[in-house]
């Protein structure tokens, strides 16, 4: 039996992306507000983070639950306001970022030769604040293509890590691959008056960062069962699928790095973090 051939990306350069990175997006109000650390830490991104110019950007957003894997096949991302009872000047930012079609159909043939049947293509959809908002911190001329995937909250951390694992080729062909997502993300418990941070919500954190560190991926994949407190810090799984998908794409050998840590509202984590994957 003949495999099928995937094609590959037309190169701009010779180009390639070896890591791969998880960003807490918390707030919506990280558009805007000046004294959040993570505001700071997105802005100094090319400076301070990563340097390299991608030829095209992947996010995976916990904002963008399908059915199926999902990809925006668009020309120009327009900005979904997707967040309510926020300050009006919010409602008015914008990150016109180009499509990427081809890397649209680049991940849909990916995934399908990993044995995923059925990846949907939107035609209509742009980037929701998972996507923008950062995006928009780290690359502010909105002029590389972004394309969005979408998660499954009805699958598992396994199956999320599994997709990673069969984008982990887009990195050959200096694809930026962001999983955008919260490494917390329990809006019931947030603490708007408190100063200090809830104990159940840095116990997971700490967990989470020892044990990626660590490299006790297979852990991080069985979260629910490992993690202490994992129900408290994120009863919906969508903002920490991400994580997964960015942790596959790195290989199975990589070495993950804390590259932020903050805290907003007592139980919001801002904890972000790079898989280094060696040639």
């Known amino acids: 039996m003949m495999r099928q051939k995937i094609p590959v990306i037309a190169a701009k350069s010779r180009l390639s992306v070896m890591d791969t990175f998880f960003i807490s997006h918390g707030s919506p109000t990280l558009s805007i507000d000046e004294s959040l650390p993570a505001r700071g830490f997105l802005q100094a991104w090319q400076a301070k983070v990563f340097s390299q ?8 957003s916990a904002h963008w639950d399908t059915d199926f ?11 979904i306001h997707d ?13 016109p970022a180009p499509g990427a079609p081809e890397l649209a159909k680049r991940v849909k043939d990916l995934l399908k030769a990993s044995g995923i049947k059925h990846v949907n293509e939107d035609r209509k959809r742009g980037l929701d604040h998972g996507a923008w908002v950062p995006l928009m911190l ?4 909105a002029d590389i293509p972004v394309c969005q995937l979408s998660v499954q909250m009805h699958h598992t951390g396994t199956y999320h890590y599994n997709i990673g694992k069969a ?5 050959e062909e200096g694809v930026l691959i962001i999983g955008s997502g919260s490494a917390t993300h329990n809006l019931r418990a947030l603490q708007f008056e408190s100063s200090s941070i809830s104990s159940w919500a840095l116990e997971f954190d700490n967990w989470l960062k020892d ?3 660590e490299g006790r991926y297979e852990d991080v994949n069985h979260y629910e069962q490992k993690a202490p407190h994992a129900k408290k810090a994120h009863p919906w799984p969508e903002h920490i699928y991400p994580l997964h ?5 790195a290989a199975a050998n990589a070495k993950a790095e804390l590259i932020h840590s903050s805290w907003h509202y007592g139980a919001l984590s801002y904890s972000s973090y790079r898989f280094k994957t060696s040639r």
């Open 53 to 60: 110019r991608p030829n095209s950007i992947l996010v995976i």
């Open 69 to 79: 894997p999902s990809v925006n096949v668009v020309q120009r991302n327009d900005t």
């Open 83 to 95: 967040f309510y009872g926020f300050p009006k000047q919010m409602y008015d930012l914008k990150y």
């Open 138 to 141: 780290m690359y502010p001329e």
């Open 167 to 171: 984008l982990a080729p887009l990195k």
């Open 211 to 213: 044990a990626l560190l």
């Open 245 to 249: 998908v960015a942790m596959g794409a």
